[in-house]
């Protein structure tokens, strides 16, 4: 199975499992991309959702993937508690939490960008660049 409907059963399963409305949404062309590159995107969505599921309190979340030409785009946004993402950017001494930490290395292997959006009561919107251009 592709990324694409491999994504949409996690977050029914999410919704089903956490009771959070869950959408997922793409837009643009949608194609495949090489399996290590889907690999790395499902598990980048599937801990997003699982930090929204585990502090934030959300009543809502959103998945949404764009295909571009040389690009993909992925967007996870939950309406929860938000935080301050600064004090999770690098890898502290404050140790326990490598959630955010993997998914950073996971973009920067990919040659992509993450940035996190978030505030205290408006939630969090995680937005990553993947190239797909290059393999
Ligand atoms: P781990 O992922 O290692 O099991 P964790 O989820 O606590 O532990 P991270 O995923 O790195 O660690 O997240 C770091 C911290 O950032 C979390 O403990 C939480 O305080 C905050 N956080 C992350 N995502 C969200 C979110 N969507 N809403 C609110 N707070 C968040
Ligand atoms: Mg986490």
């Known amino acids: 199975l592709g990324l ?3 994504l949409r059963k ?3 399963d999410f919704e089903e499992k956490t009771k959070i409305r869950a ?3 793409t837009r643009g062309k949608e194609h495949r991309l090489s399996s290590a590159m889907e690999a790395a995107i499902y598990r980048l969505i ?3 959702l699982t930090n929204a599921a585990k502090h934030a309190y959300p009543t809502y979340v959103l998945v949404e993937i764009t295909y571009q030409a040389q690009l993909v785009k992925i967007v996870v946004q939950d309406n929860g ?3 301050k993402p600064e004090l999770f950017q690098q890898k502290s001494k404050d140790h326990g939490h490598f959630g955010l930490i993997g998914m950073r290395e996971r973009v920067e292997l990919l040659e992509g960008r993450m ?3 978030s505030a205290e009561n408006q939630g969090t919107k995680i937005v ?3 190239p797909t251009n290059v393999e």
């Open 4 to 6: 694409i409907p491999t």
């Open 10 to 12: 996690y977050v029914q």
């Open 23 to 25: 959408l997922f949404e």
């Open 46 to 48: 599937q801990e997003a």
């Open 81 to 83: 508690l938000g935080f």
């Open 115 to 117: 940035e996190i959006e």
């Open 128 to 130: 990553i660049h993947i």
